[in-house]
């Protein structure tokens, strides 16, 4: 029997968020019938925006095809109460990483549920995250606990999945896992619902959140995301160097040599916060740039000068490699600083440079822009600055001839601008104005020309 013959049209749009790639566009999984379950028709797409027009979200979509009329909708009266739900439902225990535990046990706990699935790499990519802030919040004493909710499709894949979990899990069941999905109206994963009120919805992306805060995320209320976010919005615009770049456990930097370097020290100088990676070879390539012009500077400007290093590197050893490569410091790799400054100045992509002025405020985002066009000669990379540069640039251009016949080459030249080149005259790298060949591949500094008599 074909699956058609087993599917009706009625579909229900589950969103895998977080999704990193996947190796094709589209990648199609089936299963078949089975006894006291539907059949269910998966299809992965990377682009949400073809199914459902005006709301782009990241992530892959999950489409589940369900035989008409098996869309189970439970009759409880308390939504919140999951205790109660699991015991109406016949679960006397749940499963934890020592065996079997009563769920009588954990009333008066502040409840969450995951519902999650080994199959899906947003939720193995998720989990770590989950798995850190549990363990802080219980070593803070906070009375919370997790309940694993399983999408997974088979028993082999569910204890998998939860071989590294330190929570709790309803034991597998796919048809009950199913009405507690209905129950919850989760149409994504991974999801996160912690069952109190005001609780941050899975639309609003707690999710997110929880990867953004950690812990302090807690207790995951909307009041709760307000107020971390005024926090942010408050450090950018009014915090000093210190409390920006350091926390009351933390009050120093560390040298490519592993120095602690207190940030008083760099308290006052025009600070870059350099965001990038080991991994990266566009970070590689800006760094070469990066510490010319960090050379430059500090041998002629003296010491009013810094970079700090806040790494994106995937482990340690990857860090201490890429610190121990450049002459400037960096935040420790162990500090959750780290993935703090990345947030609070909206950091997408790396390379990322963002300047920071004697008076402790923001005085450019486009740093790498700034450098990479123009080197240590943007000092001290404010706006004015390199309003200055491009008018100095303009009039410098406005000097020089359009055309120009040169001795050492057989064709016309004409004044050209480049981000870069090499002068086939001396052979050293120039940027901006030069004469080139329209004609071959021929590029000439202006001090270089020798024009005919």
Partial sequence: MSLKDHVSVTFKVLLCSNARSVSSPFVLETQPPRPSSYPLLFIFSSNFKDIKKGKQKRGHLLYQATMAGLNFEATYTDNHDILKILEAEGVEFLLSSEGKVPVSEYNGKVICLFFSANWCRPCRAFTPHLLELYETLRKRGKNLEIIFISFDRDEDGFKEHFKSMPWLAVPFDVNLHRRLIDRYRVDRIPSFIPLCSDAITVEEDLIG?????????????????????????????????????????????????????????????????????????????????????????????????????????????????????????????????????????????????????????????????????????????????????????????????????????????????????????????????????????????????????
Avoid at 292 to 302: I, Q, S, T, V
Avoid at 381 to 386: A, G, L, Q, V
Wanted: proline share 4%.
């Fill in 209 to 453: 959140c929880i990867e953004d805060y950690g812990a302090d995320a807690f207790p995951f209320t909307r009041k709760r995301h307000e107020e971390l976010k005024a926090m942010d919005k408050r450090k950018l615009e009014e915090a000093n160097l210190e409390e920006l770049l350091g926390h009351e456990e933390r009050h120093f930097l560390i040298s490519g040599d592993d120095r602690k370097v207190p940030i008083s020290e760099v308290v006052g100088k025009t600070i870059g916060l350099y965001f990038c990676a080991y991994w990266s070879p566009p970070c590689s390539a800006f760094t070469v740039q990066l510490r010319d012009a960090y050379n430059k500077l500090k041998a002629a400007k003296g010491d009013c000068f810094e970079i700090v290093l806040i790494s994106t590197d995937r482990d340690l050893d990857e860090f201490n490699v890429n610190k121990s490569s450049m002459p400037w410091l960096a935040l420790p790799y162990e500090d959750r600083t780290r993935h703090d400054l990345r947030r609070i100045f909206n950091i997408k992509g790396i390379p990322a440079l963002v300047f920071i002025g004697g008076d402790g405020k923001v005085i450019s985002a486009n740093g790498k822009f700034m450098v990479s066009s123009y080197g240590a000669e943007a000092f001290p990379f404010t706006e004015s600055r390199i309003r200055d540069l491009e008018a100095a640039l303009r009039k410098e251009g406005e000097a020089l001839p359009k055309q120009v016949e040169d001795v050492k080459h057989e064709h016309v030249l004409k004044l050209d601008m480049a981000k870069a080149y090499v002068c086939d005259s001396c052979r050293k790298q120039g940027k901006f104005w030069t004469f080139s060949c329209d004609v071959c591949d021929y590029d000439l500094h202006p001090s270089c020309l020798e024009k005919a008599n």
